[in-house]
């Protein structure tokens, strides 16, 4: 018999949703809107996930869509790649369709009015590990084909600090990496540190001016410590595919509220009727020895993170 427990419960000013939890870790998702992963903790400690209780919708060019408009309400969201208008931000504000599995549930959102895509994610939580597998679905349902990449963006709360590896293969005089920055991004920003085996970011309150890059992570993990935890996010790289945004599976970004860790899968050209799939796997620790990231050891980072990778 699962010890996975999965019941509705309502969740603070975000109403109906489904806890699903193991005793090792919990999960919250939304069925009045999203579908999003609104809390991630182990039990009884804090939500790692930003939440806005105020759900302020994006100001303009973001707010034309049929009188509906794109709310930011934090935790995990899928997404497609590349970031355009108006495709992007179409509203998620509708129910969610629930299925519930033995170990989890799908969460299916109805079909986006001005993209004709439809975007669904499927949770399963290990029986007796902190960890569990998102699997994302985007489904064409247009009748044209439409080029995208999934995009899995996860908003973690106020003072988090991530670790990205730079680990790439050797490849002696050869370049073995790239590293894409957007127009707002200063490289001699104070929160992160290029490093040799690693790239870390830190959230700052203070610091309202947001930052974003983006990797060919091949390692294919990032972690992130926050409130007394850390989640491993881990995901695929696909050696001869076509990735977007300069051949990058994973960006991250941060501003004075929080810190989106972010993965993504190839760029694909998705036939009417067609679904493309990406997962993810999360773990989650107790983490006491969350590294400072304001003056980086990348020796005692190392040994810090052979507990948890």
Known sequence: ??????????????GNCVEIENGKIKLVVTLDFGPRVIHCSIPGKQNMFYNDEKKAGLAQPFAEFGGDI??????????????????????????????QTEYGGCFTAPVEEGSLIQKSFCVT??????????????????????????????????????????????????????ITTWDY????????????????LYQDKNIANPIKFGVDNRSCWAAVFVGGQVLVKSFDFMEDALYPDNGCNFETYT????????????????????????????????????????????????????KYI
């Open 185 to 200: 991004t200063n490289m001699a920003c104070r929160r992160v540190h290029w490093g040799r085996n690693f790239i870390t």
């Open 1 to 14: 018999m699962s010890s996975v427990s999965i019941k509705k419960t309502q969740y603070g000013v975000f």
């Open 255 to 306: 501003n004075g509220d929080f810190l989106e860790c972010e993965s993504l899968g190839p760029l694909t050209l998705l036939d009417p009727g067609e679904t493309l799939v990406h997962e993810e796997s999360w773990e989650i620790f107790t983490a006491e020895d969350a590294p400072d990231l304001s003056a980086v050891d990348e020796d005692k980072l190392a040994k810090t993170l052979e």
């Open 70 to 99: 794109f709310r930011l309400y934090g935790g995990h969201r899928l997404w497609i790649s590349p970031e355009v208008l108006p495709r992007c931000y179409a509203p998620d504000n509708k129910p969610v369709a629930f299925t």
């Open 125 to 178: 939580m290990a029986d007796d590990e902190p960890s569990v597998t998102l699997e994302h679905t985007v489904k064409n349902c247009g009748m044209w084909e439409a080029e995208l990449a999934p995009w899995a963006i996860t908003m973690f709360a106020p003072g988090a600090k991530e670790v990205v590896p730079k680990q790439n293969p050797k490849a002696g005089l050869l370049p073995n990496g790239n």
